[in-house]
């Protein structure tokens, strides 16, 4: 088993009238976060990474059309919980985060992994923040909306090439 690399991306997903989804963790009932996820690779943009870990874990693909990602140019390192951190090299104690979101319908199809999520819920902005077992999640939803009065949509995400 190959070390996960200690620096992830968070992604709020959101509607226009700030309703946040949130996912219930598979492996920790009741644990209720928005989308996250740590690179695949040192040199996997954080784009594509926050884009992958979207349409993993609820079937939503950012098109970079109708579904824009927006980078909030925000980081968080974190202490990794130390239920988790025999996922990471010996030593590893610390997680880098970057803090994405994106605005959806609220009609969207949700498609949830089972091997990652029970189930999801949307909440106004508020109540989800306080529903987030991170803390950082917690902060992230709560900056919604200022961010969004800043934050500018993200190029499309690059898409993987597939040899056939």
């Known amino acids: 088993m190959s070390h996960k690399i200690p620096e992830s991306?968070?992604?709020?997903?959101?509607?226009?009238?700030?309703d946040v989804l949130l996912l219930e963790r598979a492996d920790r009932p009741g644990f209720w976060q928005s989308v996250t996820g740590s690179l695949d690779?040192?040199?996997?943009?954080?784009l594509g990474t926050a884009a992958r870990e979207l349409r993993e874990e609820t079937g939503i693909v950012a098109?970079?059309?109708?579904?824009?990602?927006?980078?909030?140019?925000?980081?968080?390192?974190?202490d990794i919980y130390p239920v988790w951190r025999h996922r990471y090299a010996p030593g590893v104690t610390q997680n880098t985060e970057h803090v994405f979101?994106?605005?959806v319908p609220r009609d969207i199809a949700v498609t949830l992994s089972p091997r990652e999520h029970l189930r999801y819920v949307?909440?106004?902005?508020l109540e989800a923040a306080d529903r987030c077992f991170s803390s950082s999640?917690?902060?992230?939803?709560?900056?919604?909306?200022q961010q969004l009065k800043q934050a500018r949509p993200c190029a499309a995400p690059p898409v993987a090439k597939k040899d056939f």
Not at 41 to 46: C, F, G, I, K, Y
Not at 63 to 78: E, K, T
């Open 9 to 18: 991306v968070l992604v709020v997903i959101h509607t226009a009238g700030l």
């Open 41 to 46: 690779a040192p040199d996997e943009p954080l």
């Open 63 to 78: 098109d970079g059309a109708a579904i824009r990602l927006r980078d909030w140019q925000l980081s968080n390192v974190y």
């Open 101 to 103: 979101s994106v605005e």
């Open 122 to 125: 949307w909440l106004p902005y």
């Open 137 to 145: 999640n917690a902060e992230a939803v709560l900056q919604l909306p």
